[in-house]
Nanobody, 128 residues
């Protein structure tokens, strides 16, 4: 099992910056991607950014050029640096981890089912 705990949210003025952190704990066989998603009131959850275990980053169109995702392996921590924040960035931001665990089937063979974990979310409010 993996636990994800986000921090760093808060109230910021338009044009300001925030840095979100996601601390991961627990054990998993392998990590495929970690990422950030957000959900504004009345809207569906949307991709903000993801990063693969090898460091390849992917961003949602609305945050390209303003947000940067990074990961510190030694501390099992994921970051999201958010610059030039806009009111439309207001949302609850969730940390996500997709990976695989080890398991043994009834015949004694190993297999590696996918697993996905979410944090509890941290509120980001951009307002003057």
């Amino acid at each position: 099992q993996v636990q994800l705990v986000e921090s760093g949210g808060g109230l910021v003025q338009p044009g300001g910056s925030l840095r979100l952190s996601c601390a991961a704990s627990g054990t998993i066989f392998s990590i495929n991607t970690m990422g950030w998603y957000r959900q504004a009131p009345g809207k569906q959850r949307e991709l903000v950014a993801t990063i693969t275990d090898s460091g390849t980053a992917n961003y949602g169109d609305s945050v390209k050029g303003r947000f940067t995702i990074s990961r510190e392996h030694a501390k099992s921590t994921l970051y999201l640096q958010m610059n030039s924040l806009k009111p439309e960035d207001t949302a609850v931001y969730y940390c996500n981890l997709e990976g695989q665990r080890e398991a043994v089937d009834s015949s004694g063979s190993w297999y590696y089912p996918k697993e996905e974990f979410w944090g509890q979310g941290t509120q980001v409010t951009v307002s003057s």
